[in-house]
C-alpha cells in the first residue's frame, strides 16, 4: 500500500492582513496547508468565522512580536516553505527608524534565520524614458531614510532595507532554502480579510476609497502610476514554493499602469448610481512616467495580468457594499 501524500505546509506571516489573506486562500485552494501567524486569536476566530471551509486548512499560531527570533523559529519547526508579507505599512508614523525601517528589516531577517533551521528536504524539493526590470533596485539607504521627513521615501526605503537585508543573510550564512522576492508597487484589489470595516481598510485601499467615496473634493497628484492586483501577488507567491525558475530570483510584480483620473472615470461607467460622489476630471491621460518590463515574471510564471478596471471594479463592488451594510447596521 502507497503511503498517503500529506499536504506542504507554508508559514505566511501576516496571514490576517491585505496581502496575507489573499495569499492564504491562494494556498489553500490549491491544496496546501497553512500555518498562519497573526498576533491575537480574535483575528484568527474572525478570519475562520468568514472562510469556514477554508479554516481546516489553516493552523493560527499568535506571535505578537515577529522580531521576536526565538518566537519565528519555534514557529517554523515542521514546515515546507515560508511565504514572509508582513511589514509595517502606514504613514501615520513619527519615528522613522524604530517605526518602520528596522522592524521592516528585523521581521524580515528573524523570519530567514528561523528558514534556515528547518532542515533541508530530501527531494530538494516617475523617470520618463526608464523602464525598470528586475534588476533595479531603490537607492534609499538607511541613513536617508532614517531622517527622511518624506513618508513615501522612508516607506519605499523600508522594504529595500528588509530585501537587502535578505540577500545578504543568504550570501553569508548560504542556507539550505531558496529565497524567492516580490517587488510590487501600490496593491488594489478586493480585500479578503475576515475583519473588514470602511474605518479600518488598509492603507493602499483607503488611498482608493478617499478617492471613489467622495472623502475628497479634488483628485490628488498620482505619485506611484503603477499598480498590482493583490490576486496577482498572491498567485505569484504560492506559485514560486515549487517553481524552479523562481530559485534564489528576483521579480517585478506589476499588473498595469493607473491614474487617478482613470479611477474615477472607471467607477462612473461601472456604478452610476455613484458618480454624484465622486470629484470632477480634468486630465485625460496619466503623467508622463517611467515603465516597466515584467517580461521575466510573464515568462518564468505564464501569469495573465488582472487589468486595471477588473481590479476596481472588483474592490469597489465590495466596498460600496460594506458602506451600505454599516450603513444599516447604524440605522
Same mark, same amino acid.
Given at each position: 500500500?502507497?503511503? *498517503?501524500?500529506?499536504?506542504?505546509?507554508?508559514?505566511?506571516?501576516?496571514?490576517?492582513?491585505?496581502?496575507?489573506?489573499?495569499?492564504?486562500?491562494?494556498?489553500?485552494?490549491?491544496?496546501?496547508?497553512?500555518?498562519?501567524?497573526?498576533?491575537?486569536?480574535?483575528?484568527?476566530?474572525?478570519?475562520?468565522?468568514?472562510?469556514?471551509?477554508?479554516?481546516?486548512?489553516?493552523?493560527?499560531?499568535?506571535?505578537?512580536?515577529?522580531?521576536?527570533?526565538?518566537?519565528? %523559529?519555534?514557529?517554523?519547526?515542521?514546515?515546507?516553505?515560508? *511565504?514572509?508579507?508582513?511589514?509595517?505599512?502606514?504613514?501615520?508614523?513619527? =519615528?522613522?527608524?524604530?517605526?518602520?525601517?528596522?522592524?521592516?528589516? $528585523?521581521?524580515? @531577517?528573524?523570519?530567514?534565520?528561523?528558514?534556515?533551521?528547518?532542515?533541508?528536504?530530501?527531494?530538494?524539493?516617475?523617470?520618463?524614458?526608464?523602464?525598470?526590470?528586475?534588476?533595479?533596485?531603490?537607492?534609499?539607504?538607511?541613513?536617508?531614510?532614517?531622517?527622511?521627513?518624506?513618508?513615501?521615501?522612508?516607506?519605499?526605503?523600508?522594504?529595500?532595507?528588509?530585501?537587502?537585508?535578505?540577500?545578504?543573510?543568504?550570501?553569508?550564512?548560504?542556507?539550505?532554502?531558496? @529565497?524567492?522576492?516580490?517587488?510590487?508597487?501600490?496593491?488594489?484589489?478586493?480585500?479578503?480579510?475576515?475583519?473588514?470595516?470602511?474605518?479600518?481598510?488598509? %492603507?493602499?485601499?483607503?488611498?482608493?476609497?478617499? @478617492?471613489?467615496?467622495?472623502?475628497?473634493?479634488?483628485?490628488?497628484?498620482?505619485?506611484?502610476?503603477?499598480?498590482?492586483?493583490?490576486?496577482?501577488?498572491?498567485?505569484?507567491?504560492?506559485?514560486? @514554493?515549487?517553481?524552479?525558475?523562481?530559485?534564489?530570483?528576483?521579480?517585478?510584480?506589476?499588473?498595469?499602469?493607473?491614474?487617478?483620473?482613470?479611477?474615477? =472615470? *472607471?467607477?462612473?461607467?461601472?456604478?452610476?448610481?455613484?458618480?454624484?460622489?465622486?470629484?470632477?476630471?480634468?486630465?485625460?491621460?496619466?503623467?508622463?512616467?517611467?515603465?516597466? $518590463?515584467?517580461?521575466?515574471?510573464?515568462? $518564468?510564471? $505564464?501569469?495573465?495580468?488582472?487589468?486595471?478596471?477588473?481590479?476596481?471594479?472588483?474592490?469597489?463592488?465590495?466596498?460600496?457594499?460594506? +458602506?451600505?451594510? +454599516?450603513?444599516?447596521?447604524?440605522?
Amino acid at each position: 500500500m502507497s503511503a *498517503i501524500a500529506c499536504p506542504a505546509v507554508v508559514l505566511v506571516t501576516g496571514g490576517n492582513g491585505f496581502v496575507g489573506a489573499a495569499t492564504v486562500l491562494e494556498l489553500i485552494e490549491r491544496g496546501y496547508h497553512v500555518k498562519a501567524i497573526i498576533r491575537s486569536q480574535v483575528k484568527a476566530d474572525a478570519f475562520n468565522q468568514k472562510y469556514p471551509a477554508q479554516s481546516r486548512s489553516i493552523e493560527w499560531v499568535i506571535v505578537p512580536d515577529l522580531t521576536n527570533e526565538d518566537a519565528m %523559529t519555534a514557529v517554523a519547526a515542521g514546515v515546507d516553505y515560508v *511565504i514572509h508579507v508582513a511589514s509595517p505599512f502606514s504613514f501615520a508614523f513619527t =519615528d522613522n527608524v524604530n517605526a518602520i525601517l528596522k522592524p521592516a528589516r $528585523d521581521m524580515t @531577517l528573524a523570519t530567514l534565520k528561523a528558514a534556515a533551521n528547518i532542515p533541508a528536504s530530501s527531494d530538494n524539493g516617475l523617470w520618463p524614458g526608464k523602464t525598470f526590470t528586475a534588476d533595479d533596485w531603490n537607492p534609499a539607504t538607511w541613513d536617508q531614510a532614517a531622517s527622511s521627513p518624506n513618508p513615501y521615501y522612508v516607506m519605499a526605503a523600508s522594504k529595500t532595507v528588509a530585501e537587502q537585508a535578505a540577500y545578504d543573510f543568504v550570501a553569508q550564512q548560504k542556507p539550505t532554502f531558496a @529565497l524567492t522576492t516580490f517587488c510590487p508597487p501600490i496593491m488594489f484589489g478586493p480585500p479578503l480579510q475576515a475583519e473588514l470595516s470602511i474605518k479600518g481598510l488598509n %492603507t493602499a485601499n483607503g488611498i482608493v476609497w478617499d @478617492l471613489l467615496s467622495g472623502r475628497v473634493k479634488e483628485l490628488p497628484e498620482t505619485k506611484m502610476p503603477i499598480f498590482v492586483d493583490v490576486r496577482d501577488l498572491a498567485y505569484l507567491q504560492v506559485a514560486a @514554493l515549487t517553481n524552479e525558475k523562481a530559485k534564489n530570483q528576483r521579480y517585478l510584480a506589476i499588473s498595469g499602469h493607473w491614474y487617478a483620473e482613470q479611477l474615477v =472615470d *472607471i467607477v462612473k461607467e461601472e456604478f452610476p448610481e455613484q458618480a454624484h460622489r465622486l470629484p470632477p476630471t480634468v486630465r485625460t491621460k496619466g503623467p508622463d512616467h517611467f515603465e516597466f $518590463d515584467v517580461t521575466k515574471t510573464s515568462r $518564468d510564471f $505564464d501569469i495573465e495580468w488582472i487589468p486595471l478596471r477588473k481590479s476596481i471594479v472588483d474592490t469597489m463592488k465590495l466596498l460600496y457594499a460594506k +458602506e451600505k451594510e +454599516e450603513t444599516a447596521e447604524k440605522a
